[in-house]
C-alpha cells in the first residue's frame, strides 16, 4: 500500500536546514486516529520533545502542539478532549539513543515534518533540523522566484 500525505509542515523546511529523517509511530486514541485521517491535524509550531524514560534509563520522544481537531463524532470519551495534548512517538531504543545523543550538539533540533498512512496506520516522519541563517531564507525564496519565474516563461 502506498503512502497517503496528510499533513506537512512547511515551515520546518523554511526555517531548518533537514539534516536526518526518521519514521515513527503516533501513540493516539481511537477518535484521534479518525480525526487525523480525516486531515484535521496542524503541525505549526509543534516540536518534538527527549524526556527520561520510567521504566528504564532510555528516553521517550513526546510530540508537543500538535494541534489534532476533536472527531466530530466521537462519543462520550471525548468529552474533556486536549487538542494540544503530548502525544508519545513510537521510535526503538537504537533511534532514541541515537537521537539523543545528536541534539545534545548546539543547534540541532527534532522536528516533525509530515504526517501520512502507511497500510493503515498513521506515521509521523521526524527530523534532525539545523536552524538556517537570515541569509540562506533570503537565498530560498530567490532561488524559489527564479523557478516560478523559469517554468512561466517555458510554459509561454
Not at 108 to 126: A, D, F, H
Request: proline share 3%; no cysteine.
Amino acid at each position: 500500500m502506498a503512502k497517503k500525505l496528510i499533513a506537512e509542515n512547511k515551515k520546518a523546511f523554511f526555517n531548518y536546514q533537514i539534516l536526518e529523517k526518521w519514521q515513527a509511530g503516533l501513540k493516539l486514541d481511537g477518535f484521534e486516529v479518525k480525526s487525523v485521517k480525516a486531515g484535521q491535524i496542524d503541525l505549526k509550531g509543534s516540536y518534538i520533545s527527549l524526556k527520561p524514560g520510567k521504566i528504564n534509563s532510555s528516553p521517550e520522544a513526546w510530540l508537543i502542539s500538535a494541534h489534532i481537531a476533536k472527531y466530530k463524532k466521537a462519543g462520550y470519551g471525548a468529552k474533556d478532549y486536549d487538542p494540544l495534548r503530548p502525544r508519545k512517538l513510537l521510535l526503538n531504543k537504537r533511534e532514541l539513543n541515537s537521537l539523543a545523543g545528536k541534539i545534545k550538539q548546539k543547534g540541532l533540533t527534532i522536528l516533525p515534518l509530515n504526517v501520512y498512512t502507511s497500510q493503515g496506520l498513521v506515521k509521523l516522519e521526524i527530523g534532525l533540523g539545523q536552524g538556517k541563517k537570515k541569509y540562506d531564507k533570503r537565498e530560498a525564496l530567490k532561488k524559489k522566484d527564479f523557478d516560478l519565474r523559469k517554468s512561466r516563461l517555458v510554459k509561454k
